[in-house]
């Protein structure tokens, strides 16, 4: 069993920062990419940032310059710094990780439950 937990959402005034974490627990082997993902209403799910086991990270042009991902290898877990906040960021955000679970050869995809992120005055 593997659990990805989030934590850090709620609301910011425009211009505003807020940090997510995501801690990936259970039987795990191996961690691969970590992710940040986020849906608005209406829109459909879009990578926010993206880092590597070795450290190497990709952005969504839009979030550039205003976030950074960055992770704990040792504690499994994924972090997303967003600075200078809009009101076009509100949206659900979710981590995701590829994970090889004890005992399997195989890489599998987990998503966390979900951060609301709302950024409005």
């Known amino acids: 069993q593997v659990q990805l937990v989030e934590s850090g959402g709620g609301l910011v005034q425009p211009g505003g920062s807020l940090r997510l974490s995501c801690a990936a627990s259970?039987?795990?082997?191996?961690?691969?990419?970590m992710g940040w993902y986020r849906q608005a209403p209406g829109n459909q799910r879009e990578l926010v940032a993206s880092?590597?086991?070795?450290?190497?990270?990709n952005y969504a042009d839009s979030v550039k310059g205003r976030f950074t991902i960055s992770r704990d290898n040792a504690k499994n877990t994924v972090y997303l710094q967003m600075n200078s906040l809009k009101p076009e960021d509100t949206a659900i955000y979710y981590c995701n990780a590829n994970i090889v679970q004890t005992g399997s050869t195989f890489r599998r995809s987990y998503w966390g439950q979900g951060a609301q992120v709302t950024v409005s005055s």
């Open positions: 259970g039987s795990i082997s191996s961690v691969y990419t």
């Open positions: 880092v590597t086991s070795g450290g190497s990270t």
